[in-house]
C-alpha cells in the first residue's frame, strides 16, 4: 500500500480536542454561531496565522514548536479584539480589578436605602406573602446575575463592558438601544436623585439630633442641605475611573451592613407600640387593594438593583484564557449577595414584626426616629443616620459612573482624543446640579420606590432571560429555553404592573410621600 506524503496527514483537520478563540468561550463552553457580520469576518489574533493549510509545508519539528506557541498563547495571552477608545474611558480605563473589588462594587450597589422600605411592601402582603415575594425576587436575580456574568465573554474575541452593548448583541443595535438605554439611564439617574434627597434630609436629622434643643444657629433649609450633600458627591465624583473608587465601595458596603444591622436590632430591642396588628392593611375597595399589593411588590423588586452595573464591574478585571474574569466576578459577586441577603431579610422581617401595619411609609428608619427617638441615646440615632449619609456617598458614585462614562463616550467619539482633566470634571459637576435640580423640582422622588421597581424591573429580572436564548441559543423547545422565555415575559408583565401601581399610589397620597419625615 502506498504511503502518504507527510504533508497530506499534517493538511488533516485537527481533531475536536483542539479548540480555538473562534470556537470555544473562556469558560470552556461552546459558542452560538448567529449569521450576523461580526461573527463570520475574520478578525485577526496573534494566532490566526497558525492554521493547518499554513503548517502544512512545514517540518515536523518546526509545526511542534508552532503548535506549542499557539497553545501557550491561547492559554496565557488575551486575544481578545480590544476598542482603543475603551483605554479613554471611566469604565473601561483600568482593568486591574479582581473578586474583592467585585465583591465591594455589588455590596454598595445591591444594599442602600431600598432596603429600609421593604417593611412597607411587608405591611400589604403580610407575613407569608411578604416573605415569599423576597425570597423568590431574591433566587430570581441572582439567576439574571449569573447570566449577566456567563454572557459578558459570550463571543469569542468580544467584552461587553456594558449593559447596552449587551442588549445590541442579543435584540439588535436599535431595538437594544431602545429597550435598555432608558431603563439602565433612569435607574442610574434616577437613583442618583434620589440619593441626593436622601442624604440632604439624613444630614438634616443628623445636625438636629447632634445640635440638639441648645442649638441657637440658624439652621439649614432642607433645600440648602441638599445643596451641601451634591457639592460633597461632587467632590468625591472627580475619582478618574471606576477601579478609583473601590475604596468608596468598601466604605458604602461596611456602613450599609452597619446600619442596616442596627436599624433593625434597635427596633426589635425596644417595646413594640401599642395596637400593632399583623395583618394587612385593609382599604376601602378591591382595585385599591389590587393596586397596593402592586406596589408593594415593586418596592421588593426595587429592593434588588444594581443589575445594570454588572458588565461595568466585570469589565475592570483583566481576562485571558488561562484566568477568564467571570471567574473573580462571580467569586465576589456571591459573597456580595450573601451579606445581601443578611441585611434584606433581617430588616424586612425585623422591622415588620417591631412595627407591624404601623409602619410608616418613610420605612423602618422613620419608624425608629418616629416611635423611638425619646427611648434610645442620641449617639446611637446619630451614628446611624450618619452612616446612611456615608452609604449614600458612595453608592452615588458606582451609580453615577454609567452615566460619566456615557459623557465621555460622546466626546471622545467626536473628538478622537481622551478627554482632558476639566472637561471632564466639567461633566461631572453638571451631572451632580442636574440631578440636585431635579431633585429640588420632584421633591417626591425619593419615595417613588414602587414606581422606580416597576420601571427598572425589565434591566434585573426580564431582559437577562431573553439575552441568554437570543445569544447562547438553547435547543427549540427544551427545558432551558421554556423557562428563560417564561421568566422574562412574567418580568416584562410583572413591569407593567408593579409600574400601575407605583403611579396608583403616588396619585393616591396625592403626591406627598417622604422618605423621612419626623414627628
Not at 478578525?43 to 492554521?51: G, L
Not at 395583618?279 to 406596589?295: H, I, Q, T
Amino acid at each position: 500500500m502506498e504511503e502518504r506524503p507527510e504533508t497530506e496527514l499534517i493538511s488533516i483537520p485537527a481533531t475536536p480536542r483542539v479548540s480555538t478563540p473562534e470556537i470555544q468561550t473562556p469558560s470552556g463552553q461552546r459558542s452560538p454561531r448567529p449569521a450576523s457580520k461580526e461573527t463570520k469576518s475574520s478578525a485577526w489574533t496573534p494566532t490566526s496565522f497558525i492554521s493547518p493549510r499554513f503548517l502544512s509545508p512545514i517540518g515536523t519539528p518546526m509545526k511542534r514548536v508552532l503548535i506549542n506557541m499557539k497553545g501557550y498563547l491561547e492559554e496565557v495571552g488575551h486575544l481578545t479584539k480590544l476598542n482603543p477608545q475603551d483605554a479613554w474611558l471611566p469604565i473601561t480605563e483600568s482593568r486591574n480589578g479582581n473578586a474583592h473589588y467585585a465583591a465591594f462594587h455589588n455590596l454598595n450597589a445591591g444594599v442602600g436605602f431600598q432596603a429600609l422600605v421593604l417593611p412597607v411592601a411587608f405591611a400589604f402582603l403580610g407575613w407569608s406573602w411578604g416573605i415569599l415575594a423576597l425570597t423568590i425576587a431574591y433566587c430570581w436575580q441572582l439567576y439574571t446575575l449569573w447570566i449577566l456574568v456567563q454572557l459578558h465573554e459570550a463571543v469569542p474575541g468580544k467584552r461587553y463592558n456594558r449593559y447596552v452593548e449587551l442588549a445590541q448583541a442579543a435584540f439588535g443595535e436599535r431595538l437594544g438601544v431602545w429597550l435598555a438605554l432608558f431603563p439602565t439611564v433612569y435607574l442610574s439617574a434616577g437613583t442618583a436623585t434620589a440619593l441626593i434627597l436622601i442624604g440632604g434630609e439624613t444630614m438634616k436629622l443628623f445636625f438636629q439630633i447632634v445640635c440638639g434643643p441648645l442649638c441657637t444657629s440658624n439652621p439649614l433649609t432642607t433645600v440648602e442641605w441638599y445643596l451641601v450633600f451634591t457639592s460633597l458627591c461632587i467632590v468625591l465624583s472627580q475619582l478618574p475611573n471606576l477601579n478609583s473608587i473601590a475604596g468608596l465601595s468598601l466604605v458604602g458596603a461596611v456602613t450599609a451592613i452597619t446600619y442596616s444591622t442596627m436599624v433593625w436590632v434597635l427596633s426589635v430591642s425596644q417595646e413594640r407600640p401599642p395596637m400593632i396588628s399583623y395583618e394587612p392593611l385593609s382599604l376601602p375597595s378591591s382595585a385599591a387593594a389590587f393596586f397596593s399589593v402592586m406596589n408593594a411588590l415593586g418596592i421588593v423588586a426595587f429592593a434588588f438593583r444594581g443589575h445594570n452595573l454588572v458588565l461595568e464591574i466585570q469589565a475592570t478585571m483583566p481576562s485571558t484564557f488561562k484566568h477568564p474574569a467571570y471567574v473573580p466576578m462571580w467569586r465576589g459577586a456571591k459573597v456580595a449577595y450573601f451579606f445581601i441577603a443578611m441585611c434584606l431579610f433581617p430588616v424586612a422581617i425585623g422591622g415588620f414584626w417591631a412595627y407591624g401595619n404601623l409602619m410608616p411609609s418613610g420605612g423602618i428608619l422613620n419608624a425608629l426616629y418616629g416611635f423611638h427617638s425619646h427611648d434610645i441615646p442620641r449617639g446611637l440615632l446619630a451614628l446611624a443616620f450618619l452612616l446612611v449619609v456615608f452609604n449614600c456617598l458612595s453608592s452615588f458614585q458606582i451609580y453615577s459612573m454609567p452615566v460619566f462614562d456615557s459623557f465621555e463616550a460622546g466626546y471622545t467619539s467626536r473628538t478622537n482624543r481622551p478627554c482632558s482633566i476639566w472637561v471632564r470634571s466639567g461633566f461631572r459637576v453638571f451631572y451632580g446640579f442636574v440631578n440636585f435640580f431635579i431633585g429640588v423640582a420632584l421633591p417626591f422622588l425619593s419615595s417613588l420606590a414602587g414606581l422606580l421597581g416597576g420601571l427598572t424591573l425589565p434591566v434585573t429580572f426580564a431582559y437577562p432571560c431573553f439575552m441568554w436564548v437570543l445569544i447562547k441559543r438553547p435547543t427549540k423547545y427544551s427545558f432551558n429555553w421554556y423557562f428563560n422565555w417564561i421568566l422574562g415575559w412574567l418580568g416584562i408583565a410583572f413591569s407593567l404592573a408593579f409600574s400601575i401601581g407605583g403611579v396608583w399610589s403616588i396619585v393616591n397620597d396625592g403626591l406627598k410621600l417622604k422618605f423621612f419625615k419626623p414627628n
